[in-house]
């Protein structure tokens, strides 16, 4: 089995609105995403692929959606605000947490025809989630 892992850096801001603690107020983060791709077999240039096409399938995907976004759930009532002051947000079926971020990223990745193995978000450097299926 082969492995290989791309890493690309985005930021985003959110809150998870339910939260007992500071991650409730508005507030952003510096993240990295790791996104790995595994196949039991090399192709006819002798790799898993190109890291330049893992590259722009994740990179088309975070700068559309997650990157300088804000990333809240559904039902924050603070999207009625950011609508009202013409500001970009994202809303999701779940709380904007790495753990739904890595999971996001994964499934557009799969879509797009690519073996994920792993996505791993870290979302400070001592911090990471990691989705497999
Ligand atoms: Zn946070």
Redesign the pocket.
């Known amino acids: 089995m082969f492995t290989i892992t791309k890493e690309v850096y985005f930021c985003y801001g959110?809150?998870?609105m339910n939260h007992g603690g500071k991650?409730r107020h508005l507030?952003?983060?510096s993240v990295k995403a790791a996104i790995s791709i595994t196949h039991e077999n090399l192709n006819d240039q002798s790799m898993v692929c190109d890291f330049s096409e893992v590259k722009d399938c994740v990179e088309q995907y975070v700068n559309s959606q997650l990157d300088h976004n804000f990333l809240l759930h559904k039902d924050d009532p603070i999207i009625t605000s950011l609508i009202q002051q013409n500001e970009r947000f994202l809303a999701i079926d779940e709380h904007p947490t790495a753990e739904v971020l890595s999971k996001m990223i994964f499934t557009h990745l799969k879509e797009n025809g690519f073996n994920v193995s792993e996505v791993a978000l870290w979302?400070t450097a001592s911090a990471c989630a990691r989705y497999q299926e």
């Open positions: 959110h809150r998870l991650c507030h952003g983060h979302e």
